[in-house]
């Protein structure tokens, strides 16, 4: 069925008039009349009938008026781009991926603004086991937060915030004795930070080309767990700076230091689904996000530059290695290990 005819029906019984629904379709009298003859031979009425020199709508044309009036405004309603949603009555559930760091320094403010300005959303965090799974293809996961690595093709992402990795060590390691140069910074004896058990990373490349080498007595999935270790021993790890590390290292007793090795920056970026890209709550719960990171960013963080012109949210488009299986987002960095 040509579903153009129920403007022509709408127009028509709007007016019960062929040259007034012309002019309101900004069409000509004789193609109205050649939609009419086809309206009343699907509908088996003749839907309008002449009463000396007007059109009078018929009884089934009346039953009709109102159910075609809606169906138009409907279908104008589908295709014309929504407002911004009311944050407090939005009922929405966002799931998140993110790594423990992440996690710790976002999950607090979200809430704290989410419980004010939207009380009925709320906010899943699900752990780094979903990472490298399509769980953001099949919408499982809303928004996956981290650092951006091989990303699916059709995945969008935004780069938020650049930093350098920082090590960290307990108050009193000797370490702290005397200035902290590369050498003295391989013989300490490394905490590894790795999901998947890489033993090896850019630390390690970077020491080489120097002549050194570090040992790495123990890897671990998280940084949590890397921190927790390196408060009663003397392993090195290291993490991200800002004010979640800060306050995690004053409770454990541990104190940060500049790597001295010239070493890749990290790059903090969220990424989502573009079936997502025009929802506005989704859009909404992003700019949320980003502006949360961001007031979290320490003087040492910058905004990281985005590529090229466009909106805020920009699809990257990079077409990851997906043959290796790593073609999603990682939560936290592995320099570590």
Same mark, same amino acid.
């Given at each position: 069925?040509?579903?153009?005819?129920?403007?022509?029906?709408?127009?028509?019984?709007?007016?019960?008039?062929?040259?007034?629904?012309?002019?309101?379709?900004?069409?000509?009298?004789?193609?109205?009349?050649?939609?009419?003859?086809?309206?009343?031979?699907?509908?088996?009425?003749?839907?309008?009938?002449?009463?000396?020199?007007?059109?009078?709508?018929?009884?089934?044309?009346?039953?009709?008026?109102?159910?075609?009036?809606?169906?138009?405004?409907?279908?104008?309603?589908?295709?014309?781009?929504?407002?911004?949603?009311?944050?407090?009555?939005?009922?929405?559930?966002?799931?998140?991926?993110?790594?423990?760091?992440?996690?710790?320094?976002?999950?607090?403010?979200?809430?704290?603004?989410?419980?004010?300005?939207?009380?009925?959303?709320?906010?899943?965090?699900?752990?780094?086991?979903?990472?490298?799974?399509?769980?953001?293809?099949?919408?499982?996961?809303?928004?996956?937060?981290?650092?951006?690595?091989?990303?699916?093709?059709?995945?969008?992402?935004?780069?938020?915030?650049?930093?350098?990795?920082?090590?960290?060590?307990?108050?009193?390691?000797?370490?702290?004795?005397?200035?902290?140069?590369?050498?003295?910074?391989?013989?300490?004896?490394?905490?590894?930070?790795?999901?998947?058990?890489?033993?090896?990373?850019?630390?390690?490349?970077?020491?080489?080309?120097?002549?050194?080498?570090?040992?790495?007595?123990?890897?671990?999935?998280?940084?949590?767990?890397?921190?927790?270790?390196? #408060?009663?021993? &003397? *392993? !090195?790890?290291?993490?991200?700076? +800002? =004010?979640?590390?800060? @306050?995690?290292?004053?409770?454990?007793?541990?104190?940060?230091?500049?790597?001295?090795?010239?070493?890749?920056?990290?790059?903090?970026?969220?990424?989502?689904?573009?079936?997502?890209?025009?929802?506005?709550?989704?859009?909404?719960?992003?700019?949320?996000?980003?502006?949360?990171?961001?007031?979290? #960013?320490?003087? &040492? *963080? !910058?905004?990281?530059?985005?590529? +090229? =012109?466009?909106?805020? @949210?920009?699809?990257?488009?990079?077409?990851?290695?997906?043959?290796?299986?790593?073609?999603?987002?990682?939560?936290?960095?592995?320099?570590?290990?």
């Amino acid at each position: 069925m040509d579903l153009n005819l129920l403007l022509v029906l709408d127009a028509l019984l709007a007016d019960n008039s062929v040259t007034r629904a012309a002019e309101r379709l900004g069409t000509s009298p004789a193609a109205v009349s050649r939609k009419l003859a086809s309206l009343r031979r699907i509908v088996g009425d003749p839907l309008l009938v002449r009463a000396g020199q007007a059109l009078q709508p018929t009884a089934r044309a009346l039953e009709l008026r109102g159910e075609v009036r809606a169906l138009i405004e409907r279908s104008e309603s589908v295709l014309t781009a929504t407002d911004v949603p009311d944050p407090a009555t939005l009922d929405r559930v966002f799931t998140v991926q993110a790594g423990d760091f992440l996690l710790a320094g976002l999950a607090a403010p979200l809430i704290s603004t989410l419980r004010s300005q939207a009380p009925h959303v709320s906010v899943v965090f699900l752990p780094e086991s979903f990472e490298g799974t399509p769980a953001l293809r099949q919408g499982v996961v809303d928004l996956e937060l981290g650092v951006l690595g091989h990303l699916d093709p059709e995945t969008c992402s935004e780069r938020l915030i650049t930093t350098a990795l920082v090590g960290v060590a307990r108050q009193g390691h000797p370490l702290f004795d005397g200035p902290i140069d590369a050498r003295r910074f391989a013989e300490a004896d490394h905490i590894g930070t790795s999901r998947t058990g890489k033993r090896h990373g850019p630390i390690d490349t970077a020491l080489a080309e120097q002549g050194l080498r570090r040992r790495v007595p123990i890897t671990v999935p998280g940084h949590t767990s890397a921190m927790l270790l390196a #408060r009663t021993t &003397d *392993l !090195v790890c290291l993490a991200l700076p +800002g =004010a979640p590390a800060a @306050d995690w290292l004053n409770a454990l007793g541990l104190r940060t230091f500049p790597v001295p090795l010239d070493i890749p920056p990290i790059e903090i970026g969220m990424a989502w689904h573009p079936r997502n890209d025009a929802d506005r709550a989704h859009r909404w719960f992003r700019e949320h996000v980003r502006g949360m990171l961001a007031r979290q #960013r320490p003087a &040492d *963080l !910058v905004p990281a530059t985005p590529r +090229g =012109a466009g909106t805020t @949210d920009e699809v990257i488009g990079d077409q990851g290695d997906t043959a290796n299986g790593d073609d999603r987002i990682s939560s936290v960095p592995e320099y570590g290990g």
